[in-house]
């Protein structure tokens, strides 16, 4: 005997339900082991607080000049490919991720450039664009 067609659909949406969850999973973990916040994760990338030093900025600016002008334009007001960084309303946190792991389709990924402490440099350049 064949299964009612609502055990088919019931059995249709448990599994697009188990599906989903194991891939929101999947796509939260790498970005909570980065900022130190999902079991497992042992550090977080350190930020300056208030104000970095001027050094610090200094070699952000250079990061920046390196590998983001390209696509951001020299002033960081937004290129043909990318958009302005002025401004950033997302989390210190949040831009090294980014910076690290890019955006797929959109970014590339720069986390065999740049380490904890030089995207925290390049986080601490782009803070200063108003």
């Not at 950033?88 to 990924?109: D, Q, R, T, Y």
Request: net charge positive; with cysteine; aromatic share 6%.
């Amino acid at each position: 005997m064949e299964p009612s067609l609502e055990t088919k659909a019931m059995k249709s949406a448990l599994l697009a339900a188990s599906v989903s969850v194991v891939g929101a999973w999947l796509l939260a973990w790498p970005i909570q082991m980065l900022s130190g916040t999902g079991p497992g994760s042992t550090k977080r990338i350190s930020f300056p607080q208030a104000t970095a030093s001027p050094e610090l900025v200094e070699q952000g600016r250079q990061f920046y000049n390196m590998s983001c002008s390209h696509c951001h334009a020299e002033d960081a007001h937004g290129g043909e490919e990318g958009p302005d960084l002025h401004n950033l309303a997302i989390s210190n946190s949040h831009i090294a991720i980014v910076v690290k792991k890019g955006i797929k389709g959109e970014m590339p990924s720069f986390a065999k450039k740049y380490d904890k402490a030089k995207a925290a440099a390049l986080v601490s350049y782009l803070r200063t664009l108003k």
